[in-house]
């Protein structure tokens, strides 16, 4: 299945999150930051979900929310955003629906073995809920401060 193209419109999504159930369309009017990331609690996630949070008031002054996706339960997100106090939601996505479409699971190694993954990856769309921008492959390092660029611009 093919992932979004850049400047089409993200199809509208409900799945399970921390805070009840989420919908991509009850966003609308505010550019949205979709970060993908493989698993709560492992040390590079926790560093983006932490420069996130840590970004989250200059995200909000540009008009932008920030939803952070895995296929972790939402018991381990809701932990997880508890402990590391993210202002944003978790969504679970443990049946890969919305990862299958940004096309984001792909095969990993992992302590030389080959395993099934989400590879880091962030969506910016736009207040109609058009993708504007995307980074695939992500390394952590400054990742959130060239994303509230382009958010900024937008």
Not at 31 to 54: H, I, Q
Not at 64 to 76: L, N, Q
Not at 122 to 129: G, I, K, P, R, V
Request: charged content about 25%; overall charge neutral.
């Amino acid at each position: 299945m093919p992932s979004i193209a850049i400047d089409h419109t993200v199809p509208d999504f409900t799945a399970s999150a921390t805070g009840g159930e989420f919908t991509l369309s009850a966003l609308k009017g505010n550019k949205v930051v979709l970060y993908f990331y493989p698993k709560d609690n492992t040390p590079g996630c926790t560093t983006e979900s932490l420069a996130f949070r840590d970004a989250y008031p200059a995200f909000k002054q540009a008009g932008a929310e920030i939803v952070g996706i895995s296929r972790d339960s939402v018991r381990s997100h809701e932990n997880f955003q508890r402990k590391l106090e993210l202002p944003f939601v978790l969504v679970s996505d443990a049946d890969e629906t919305v990862c299958q479409l940004f096309d984001v699971v792909k095969m990993k190694k992992m302590y030389g073995k080959q395993v099934r993954g989400i590879e880091r990856s962030t969506f910016l769309l736009d207040a109609q809920s058009v993708l504007r921008r995307e980074w695939r492959g992500v390394k952590v390092p400054n990742h959130v401060d060239e994303v509230l660029a382009a958010v900024q611009a937008l």
